[in-house]
């Protein structure tokens, strides 16, 4: 009932940019909240690692080191949706991109607090 879908992703030259997106749905009425947002990558043969972080209102974030400096993670609590603008981009940030957040969803008896991913977004740093 709740899906994340990324975009954005594609292949780009050392030194460029991206922008991926994250749109949070849901069916009416289920998604209470969305909590913290997270964008993860794994790159083959890697384990997946946490780029980027941010809170609920979007007043905390947190960046892995190599993030540090070169990636913005951002989000509209209006539109559901996470961003991350991936500058200077390195060969090494070649990974599948994954968007992560914490949701409450409702229905008529409780609400519940879960994990949910998205689908991946392919990201290529390559000359």
């Known amino acids: 009932q709740v899906e994340l879908v990324e975009s954005g992703g594609g292949l780009v030259q050392p030194g460029g940019s991206l922008r991926l997106s994250c749109v949070v749905s849901g069916s009416t009425g289920s998604i209470f909240s969305v909590n913290g947002m997270n964008w993860y990558r794994q790159a083959p043969g890697k384990e997946r690692e946490l780029v980027a972080y941010?809170?609920?209102?979007?007043?905390?974030?947190n960046y892995a080191d190599s993030a540090k400096g070169r990636f913005t993670i951002s989000r509209d609590n209006v539109k559901n949706t996470v961003y991350l603008q991936m500058n200077s981009l390195k060969p090494e940030d070649t990974a599948i991109y994954y968007c992560?957040?914490?949701?409450?969803?409702?229905?008529?008896?409780?609400?519940?607090?879960?994990?949910?991913w998205g689908q991946g977004t392919q990201v290529t740093v390559t000359s």
């Open positions: 992560h957040a914490q949701i409450t969803t409702c229905n008529t008896d409780d609400c519940s607090l879960g994990d949910y």
């Open positions: 941010v809170s609920r209102g979007g007043t905390t974030k």
